[in-house]
C-alpha cells in the first residue's frame, strides 16, 4: 500500500510542478474565477456595465476578455515549450497530452466565465434583453478565442499572414533558451514588454485619469489588461528561475519586503496641493499657521453647542420641546455612501419650505466609512446652497453625484503605479487612495462646475459662511497602531489632546489641520482592506508613535454609534429641559433591524470547518460588527434619548459593499424612500422618514 501511495505522490508532485511552469497563466482564469465567486462587487459592476448600456465598457471588456485569455494560451504554450534542467517535469514525454490541453482550456476560460457569470445575472435582473446581450457578445468572445485557438494556422494561411504562423512541425517542445523560439514568438514578447512599459507611463498620467479613460474602459476591463501583462512579465521571471536555476520570485519578494521599511506613498493629504509620496520628513508636517486655519478654532464641543443651541430656541417661542438630531451613519462603501446621502436629502427636500428645515435640526453627524462620504457629500450640499442657489432638489444632486464609477480610478492606480511602488526604495508616486479621493471630486465637479465649494475645498470650508446651518462631521478611524478610534471633526484644532467630550480617541485635526480637503476628510474614515491603503500622517509630539496610519472606522465601530453616544452625553448636560434629543442611526444593510440584534439567539449548527484554525480569527472579526451592536443598543436604553432608525429592506438585487453600484441596485433603494410595496415589512423606510417629517412639521 506504501508502494501505490509513494507512486500517486510521484504524479501528483510532477503534475504540480508542470503547473509551476505555467503558475502565471494559472494566475488570471485563478484570480478570475475567485472574483466572480466571492467578490459581490464585482458581479454587480458587471450588472451595471450591461444594465446601464455602457457600450464603451462592453466593448473594451470583450477586448480585453479576449486579449486576456489569448495571453493565458499564449504564454502558457510558451512555457511548455521549454525544457529546463532544474525542473525534470518540462521534458515533453512528461505528461504530454496535459501540455497540450491545459493552454488551450485556460485561455478559452477566461471569456467563457465571464459570460457564465453575465448570464446567470439575467433571471434575476428587469434590464433582461440588455444583459442578454451582454452574455451573446461575451459568449460569441469565447467561440472566437476557441476558433483562433484551435484554428490559427488556417487562419493565418487563409488570410495571407502565414509567415507569422510556425508550421506544426518545426514547433519543438524542448528549447533550451528563449532564442531559440520562432521569430514571430520572439516578436510578440518585444511588443507586450513595450506594452507594459506603456501602460505603466499612462496609468501614472494624471492627464489620464482627468480625461476619464479608465473610467471608460472599466474597472473589469483594466483587472483583465493588468493580469494579461503580468502573465507575460511573471512567465519571463518563471522561464529565468528555471533556466538559471536561482530563486527569483523569492528574491522578488524578499526585495519588495525589504523596500516596505521605507517606500510608504500613502501620506494623507494635508492641503488640496499635497502629495501622498516624499520622503518621510518634519518638512512635510503642517506648520501652525495651517493647524490655526479652521473657522471654528479654539471652540469646544460644548461651547458651540451652547451658540448652536441658543440659536435654535430664539426660533421656539414658549417652552415646548426642541427636536435635536444625532445622525449615526453606518459604513458600507458606496451602498453606505448613497443610502446616507438620499436619506438625508430626502429629509431636507421634505422639509425645506417649513422654514426650518431637517438640517437644522442636526447638531452632528457621525459617519463611518462610506456612511462619511455620504454624510460629508450632504452636508456639503447644505453649504454650497448657502451661497449659490440651485435648481435640483438634494437628493436629485446627491444622486448624480454617486452614479459614477469610483473603483476604475481606483484600479488603475493599485494595478500599475502603486504596485511598481513596491518595488521602489523610497515614495516617489501617488497612491491609489488619491485615485479615489479625485474620482469623487471629478463627479462633484461634473454636477457644480463654476462653483466656489469643490471636494478640493478645505473640510473646514463647510462652516465659513453660516456655520449653525451646517451639521458638525464626526468622521470616525481606526489608528493601526493603537487600535484606538481617531475622529476628524472641525473643532479639535486648537486641542493637542482633543475634547474631553470624547474618551481615548486621537483628534485628527488637532495634528494634522482641517485645511485637507474635503474628499480627503470623508476618505480618510473610509479606508478599508486593500482598496483604500492605510493613510500616514505625522502626530509630532503626541504620546506614542509619531508616525500613526489611520484605516477604516468600521474596524472599530461600524455604526458609529460610540460616538453619537457620546455626543449625545455631552449634549444632554448643557441642553436644558426643552432639549428633545434623537439619535437616527442609518444603517445600509438590507436585512430587518431585528436580524443582528437578536443574532445570538439563534441557532447555529454544531459542525465548523477547522474550528480548531478559524475560531480565533472568526472571533476577532465577529467582534467588529458585535461592537457596533452594542453601542446602538446603549443609545436605545439610554432614558433621555429617543433612537430612530432608517433602514433599507431586502433587496431583489444585492446591494454589495465597493464603490461602484448598477443602476439597478440605486434604484431598489431610492424607491424604498417614497413607497413600502407590498412586500416589505412595517417599518419601512419610507413609513420612518414619514414619521420624522410630521414630526418636525408639527413644530
Known amino acids: 500500500m ?17 503547473l509551476a511552469i505555467v503558475r502565471f ?51 502558457a504554450r510558451t512555457m511548455l515549450r521549454f525544457c529546463f534542467d532544474s525542473n525534470p517535469a518540462s521534458d515533453p514525454a512528461v505528461y504530454p497530452r496535459l ?77 533550451a533558451h528563449w532564442r531559440e523560439l520562432p521569430e514571430p514568438t520572439l516578436a510578440v514578447f518585444w511588443v507586450v514588454l513595450a506594452a507594459n512599459l506603456i501602460m505603466m507611463a499612462l496609468f501614472t498620467w494624471p492627464a489620464f485619469y482627468a480625461a476619464g479613460i479608465p473610467v471608460a474602459l472599466g474597472a473589469p476591463a483594466i483587472l483583465l489588461l493588468a493580469l494579461a501583462l503580468l502573465a507575460f512579465s511573471g512567465s519571463t521571471l518563471v522561464y529565468a528561475a528555471n533556466h538559471y536555476a536561482l530563486p527569483i520570485l523569492t528574491m522578488l519578494a524578499l526585495w519588495a519586503a525589504l523596500c516596505s521599511v521605507d517606500n510608504d506613498n500613502h501620506m494623507v493629504r494635508v492641503t488640496a496641493e499635497s502629495r501622498s509620496h516624499g520622503f518621510m520628513t518634519r518638512e512635510k508636517t503642517p506648520d501652525a499657521q495651517l493647524l490655526k486655519a479652521a473657522q ?38 458606496l451602498r453606505a455612501a448613497y443610502w446616507t446621502a438620499v436619506v438625508l436629502a430626502e429629509l431636507e427636500d421634505r422639509t425645506r419650505g417649513t422654514g426650518m428645515p431637517f438640517s437644522r435640526h442636526v447638531f452632528a453627524i457621525s459617519g463611518v466609512s462610506g456612511g462619511s462620504v455620504g454624510a460629508t457629500l450632504f452636508d456639503a450640499s447644505l453649504a454650497a446652497r448657502l451661497r449659490q442657489t440651485s435648481s435640483l432638489s438634494h437628493r436629485e444632486e446627491l444622486e448624480r453625484v454617486l452614479c459614477g464609477d469610483f473603483l476604475s480610478d481606483t484600479f488603475g492606480y493599485a494595478l500599475f503605479p502603486d504596485l511598481l511602488q513596491r518595488l521602489l526604495p523610497i515614495p516617489v508616486v501617488s497612491d491609489r487612495a488619491i485615485a479615489l479621493e479625485r474620482s469623487f471630486e471629478r463627479a462633484w465637479s461634473a454636477q457644480h462646475r463654476g462653483q466656489a465649494l469643490q471636494l478640493t475645498s478645505a473640510f473646514h470650508e463647510l462652516w465659513a459662511t453660516e456655520p449653525h446651518r451646517v451639521p458638525l462631521l464626526f468622521l470616525n478611524s481606526t489608528v493601526v497602531e493603537t487600535g484606538q478610534r481617531a475622529i476628524n471633526y472641525p ?18 485635526g488637532s495634528v494634522v489641520g482641517t485645511a485637507m480637503p474635503l474628499s480627503t476628510a470623508a476618505l480618510l474614515s473610509a479606508r478599508f482592506t486593500y ?28 455604526s458609529g454609534a460610540t ?37 445570538k439567539h439563534k441557532t447555529y449548527s454544531r459542525l465548523e470547518f ?48 465597493g464603490w461602484v453600484l448598477s443602476a439597478q441596485v440605486r434604484h431598489d433603494l431610492s424607491a424604498q424612500l417614497v413607497g413600502c410595496g407590498s412586500s416589505v415589512a412595517a417599518g419601512c423606510a419610507h413609513e420612518e422618514i414619514d414619521k420624522l417629517v410630521s414630526l418636525l412639521h408639527s413644530r
Open 2 to 18: 506504501m508502494g501505490r501511495v509513494h507512486r500517486v505522490w510521484l504524479r501528483i508532485r510532477s503534475l504540480l510542478a508542470v
Open 25 to 75: 497563466s494559472l494566475l488570471i482564469p485563478a484570480a478570475l474565477a475567485a472574483t466572480l465567486i466571492v467578490s459581490d462587487q464585482m458581479v454587480d459592476i458587471l450588472r451595471a456595465v450591461g444594465e446601464d448600456r455602457r457600450v464603451r465598457a462592453i466593448l473594451f471588456l470583450c477586448l480585453t476578455s479576449a486579449g486576456a485569455g489569448l495571453a493565458v494560451w499564449y504564454t
Open 99 to 175: 501540455k497540450r490541453v491545459l493552454p488551450r482550456a485556460l485561455g478559452i476560460a477566461v471569456p467563457g466565465m465571464l459570460a457564465l457569470r453575465v448570464a446567470l445575472l439575467t433571471p434575476s435582473s428587469p434590464a433582461l434583453p440588455r444583459l442578454n446581450a451582454f452574455a451573446i457578445a461575451l459568449a460569441t468572445v469565447t467561440a472566437l478565442v476557441a476558433i483562433y485557438i484551435g484554428a490559427r494556422r488556417e487562419i493565418a494561411r487563409r488570410t495571407g499572414l502565414a509567415a507569422l504562423a510556425v508550421p506544426e512541425a518545426q514547433e519543438k517542445r524542448n528549447l
Open 296 to 333: 471654528l478654532d479654539g471652540m469646544t464641543l460644548a461651547s458651540y453647542f451652547q451658540e448652536w443651541w441658543t440659536e435654535l430656541q430664539h426660533s421656539y417661542p414658549g417652552d415646548g420641546p426642541i427636536p435635536v438630531f444625532i445622525v449615526a451613519a453606518e459604513g458600507g462603501g
Open 491 to 508: 473643532l479639535a484644532s486648537a486641542f493637542p489632546q482633543g475634547d474631553a467630550s470624547f474618551a481615548d480617541t486621537l483628534p485628527v
Open 531 to 558: 482598496v483604500s491603503p492605510a493613510g500616514l500622517i505625522d502626530t509630532r509630539d503626541t504620546a506614542g508613535p509619531r508616525w500613526k496610519r489611520l484605516v477604516d472606522g468600521g474596524y472599530f465601530d461600524n
Open 563 to 599: 460616538t453619537a453616544q457620546e455626543l449625545a452625553r455631552g449634549l444632554l448636560e448643557s441642553g436644558g429641559p426643552r432639549l428633545r434629543l434623537i439619535v437616527l442611526h442609518l444603517p445600509n444593510a438590507p436585512e430587518p433591524p431585528s436580524a443582528r440584534l437578536n443574532a
Open 610 to 657: 477547522l474550528s480548531e484554525v478559524f475560531a480565533p480569527v472568526q472571533t476577532l472579526l465577529n467582534t467588529r460588527g458585535a461592537r457596533g451592536t452594542q453601542a446602538v443598543s446603549y443609545l436605545g436604553r439610554e432614558h433621555a434619548v429617543e433612537l430612530l432608525r432608517i433602514q433599507p429592506q431586502r433587496n431583489p438585487v444585492n446591494a454589495p459593499l
